[in-house]
């Protein structure tokens, strides 16, 4: 016996991610051109991915 897990948990115990709710943009996806929202504010500096295109540049970009 080493861990011992529980006792006083009142930490997050309610579901989500308690304090701070991201706040959403919305932002047209650079590649698909469609409509998504994204956690940080689109500097229109930069193009802006929808989750699929941003996993799929993860996964097959260079
Ligand atoms: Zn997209």
Sequence with gaps: ???QQG???GYGSGGGYGSGQKEMHKAI????????????KPSGDRP?????CFAKRRDSGR
């Design 1 to 3: 016996m080493g861990y």
């Design 29 to 40: 996806c650079a590649d698909c051109k469609k409509e998504c929202t994204v956690p940080f």
């Design 7 to 9: 006792g006083d948990r």
């Design 48 to 52: 802006v991915y929808c989750k699929e």
